[in-house]
């Protein structure tokens, strides 16, 4: 080797080391930086309280009214269903919860209590629901609902053991699925919904009494309110509506071409 490059080579080894003490000397250095126990404390209570987190519990809204936030919708003819919020000393949160009562006869209407001003892509689901007269009763939660005529409901039906996802477009219902359920013995019944994104594909998951009963595939609606619904002529009562959106689940990009 000829002494320029002998040179050269020894003097960028020389500025290797220089930097690494430089490094060492200056302490670890992070890509993204670091929170403290305080910072991140900030942070998740920032998210908790942003308008990302959202639970009902009824528990202030006045007897015999339509709970705050909440706006009735019908689809399918006849009266429109009656919602009031009632005290109820067994309420998995005492003491309101929401009664709803249906007189329609045909199970292809739906009777749904809307939350305003949210609107969510993957959401997570949950509440408790119990029959209002011990015999059953069919409702549960809707969501990706763009109008009263176009909206995904999962249901319960108490009385028969059975929950179903339903697909509603431009007031068509279409069952998507449905599977026998064993209900723990217990007057308040919990329905959760996962709608979740792999890949291209997404999957609507329900779980009864905790027991994940139904995973489908579909993606014709997007984008949506969620809620509260009847089907047919039922009466149930509904407490403790947990919503929350699934942003771990959304694709970061696109999938590849290949």
């Given amino acids: 080797m000829c002494p320029i490059a002998q040179n050269i080579r020894a003097a960028l080894a020389a500025s290797f080391w220089i930097a690494v003490a430089l490094a060492v000397a200056a302490g670890p250095v992070w890509a993204v930086p670091r929170e403290s126990h305080e910072e991140k ?27 705050g936030g909440f706006v009735p919708l019908s689809s399918g003819a006849g009266v429109s269903a009656m919602w009031s919020v009632e005290a109820d000393e ?38 408790r629901m119990r029959s209002a007269d011990g015999a059953g009763g069919v409702g ?23 929950a179903e996802v339903i697909r509603v477009i431009e007031g068509v219902p279409t069952v998507l699925g449905q599977a026998a359920v064993t209900l723990k013995p217990i007057d308040w019944h919990s329905l959760r919904v996962q709608r979740n994104t792999i890949v291209s594909k997404d999957f609507i998951e329900t779980f009864v009494d905790g027991v994940l ?36 689940h959304r694709p970061l990009s696109a999938p590849a071409a290949y």
């Fill in 90 to 127: 067994t309420a998995p949160s005492v003491p309101n919860v929401v009664g709803g009562a249906s007189l329609c006869e045909d199970r292809a209407c739906f009777r749904l209590l809307i939350a305003q001003g949210l609107e969510y892509e993957y959401p997570d689901l949950a509440m």
């Fill in 41 to 67: 404390e900030a942070n998740l209570k920032q998210q908790a309280t942003g308008g990302l987190f959202h639970k009902w519990t009824f528990d202030k809204d006045p007897i015999k009214s339509i709970p």
């Fill in 213 to 248: 009963v139904l995973s489908i595939e579909d993606q014709m609606l997007g984008t949506g309110q969620v809620g509260m619904a009847l089907q047919g002529k039922t009466s149930l009562f509904f407490d403790t509506l947990h919503a929350v959106p699934l942003f771990s």
């Fill in 140 to 162: 549960g939660i809707v969501f990706a609902l763009r109008d009263a005529q176009n909206f995904y409901a999962a249901l319960v039906d108490l009385g028969a053991k059975r």
